[in-house]
């Protein structure tokens, strides 16, 4: 099934209340983790969130991701809406926006921000763009079955007519 027929009965989570239309969150807590595992039955998650330290000030599609938080949301009893150790292999959506750069998304913890010459060790590990809650958020979205479409922007732009493109 192609991603475009998917996109349109996806769920859809904001961390930038931008984006009219999507449930926005302030930040990645237990909120996110019910509100994306209530919804299993969907194949496909729609993430906006917000980035720093851009090599380009635009936004960008996820194609992976490095975890640097220093946690994992699937600590503790496992939820039998997946599995323990869920595939986050091909987990992304990368075959829509051809517009957009592409970037590997460094989840870092909330709350930090890395200085120039961390951002130059996770450059030489293949990140291109750091930002707090799509990493985590695909995780749990890996666990319930989930495909994501990752989208991360610099503070200050609107995602509304981008995403709207994407959901025709």
Avoid: W
């Avoid at 239309?21 to 919804?39: H, L």
């Amino acid at each position: 099934m192609p991603a475009t027929t998917t996109l349109k009965e996806a769920k859809l989570v904001d961390f930038t209340k931008t984006v009219s239309g999507f449930k926005y969150f302030p930040g990645f807590n237990s909120n996110v983790v019910s509100f994306i595992r209530d919804g299993a039955d969907a194949r496909t998650l729609i993430v906006v969130d917000r980035g720093f330290h851009f090599e380009k000030e635009a936004p960008h599609l996820v194609i992976d991701h490095l975890n640097l938080v220093g946690t994992n949301p699937l600590v503790g009893a496992n939820d039998p809406v997946g599995e323990r150790f869920p595939s986050v292999n091909n987990i992304y959506i990368t075959d829509v926006l051809p517009e957009l750069p592409r970037a590997v998304a460094a989840g870092v913890k909330a709350g930090t921000f890395p200085a120039a010459e961390e951002m130059e060790l996770v450059r030489s590990l293949g990140g291109q763009v750091a930002c707090y809650n799509l990493v985590p958020t695909m995780i749990i979205a890996a666990h319930a079955g989930y495909r994501v479409l990752g989208l991360v922007a610099p503070e200050g732009a609107d995602l509304s007519a981008l995403v709207a493109t994407v959901l025709g």
